[in-house]
């Protein structure tokens, strides 16, 4: 499967724990976004990067996230100090973007669910 | 924030019916895409729309992107149950995709 994938599905922990996600884009896409879920809503953007220069991040992304894509390939995204009010699905999407500028198109992965207890 | 509204937010109909999803807006956007979403899953691309007035159909399905780029309609005709799903739209501007509150969709067999 050359999809997005994501690791863990799920992840359940204590408040003031950490947690780190992981993020594999499809190959080639040289664009990774991440967006939080919750129930009921559209995803909202927090963050992406263009191989792995971090470019935009979201006012949602507060000091205690932070997000990497060391070798433009695999990105993480780390939350310190959880909170019950980070309790969300964890969305990541890659996607080619071309310098022609023609546009481009998001793939998702399957997310990581996160409960704060 | 979300700029884009969707309506209806849930819609409930029997197998064979047709359906209309609206997805609106007072910014322009580049480009437009429609996603579906089941539980637990992440979204999967539907269709994208780039020039105003453009439709697109995929099989039952007909998109269309407004002729300002600012809104869009999803058509569903003789709806099966396996359409249920949450139905997204996401609008491009710069480089982020914004998305919309979705519409839950049930077909009922």
């Known amino acids: 499967d050359t999809g997005v994938s994501q690791d863990p599905r799920h992840k359940i922990t204590k408040r003031g724990q950490n947690v780190t996600f992981r993020c594999d884009p499809i190959?080639?896409?040289?664009?990774l976004y991440w967006y939080r879920q919750t129930l009921g809503q559209g995803p909202e953007f927090l963050t992406y990067?263009?191989?792995?220069?971090?470019?935009?991040k979201s006012r949602l992304l507060s000091d205690r996230f932070s997000a990497e894509r060391p070798k433009g390939s695999f990105s993480t995204l780390e939350i310190q100090r959880t909170e019950q009010g980070d309790s969300a699905m964890y969305l990541c999407?890659?996607?080619?973007?071309?310098?022609?500028?023609?546009?481009?198109?998001?793939?998702f992965g399957p997310g990581t669910r996160l409960t704060v207890l | 924030t979300q700029l884009l509204e969707q309506s209806p937010q849930f819609l409930s109909i029997q197998e064979g019916e047709n359906l209309t999803v609206y997805c609106n807006s007072s910014?322009?956007?580049?480009?437009l895409q429609w996603y579906r979403q089941e539980p637990g899953e992440g979204p999967v691309l539907l269709v994208t729309?780039?020039?105003?007035?453009e439709v697109k159909k995929l099989k039952r399905l007909t998109f269309q992107f407004g002729d300002a780029r600012k809104d869009s309609s999803l058509h569903i005709t003789a709806a099966q149950p396996g359409d249920t799903g949450l139905y997204l739209c996401?609008?491009?501007?710069?480089?982020?995709?914004?998305f919309g509150t979705g519409t839950s969709l049930t077909v009922i067999p």
């Open positions: 999407a890659s996607s080619l973007e071309l310098t022609s500028g023609a546009y481009n198109e998001q793939f």
């Open positions: 996401a609008g491009r501007s710069g480089n982020q995709f914004y």
């Open positions: 190959s080639e896409h040289n664009r």
């Open positions: 729309v780039v020039t105003g007035g």
């Open positions: 910014s322009v956007f580049s480009s």
């Open positions: 990067f263009q191989n792995e220069a971090q470019l935009e």
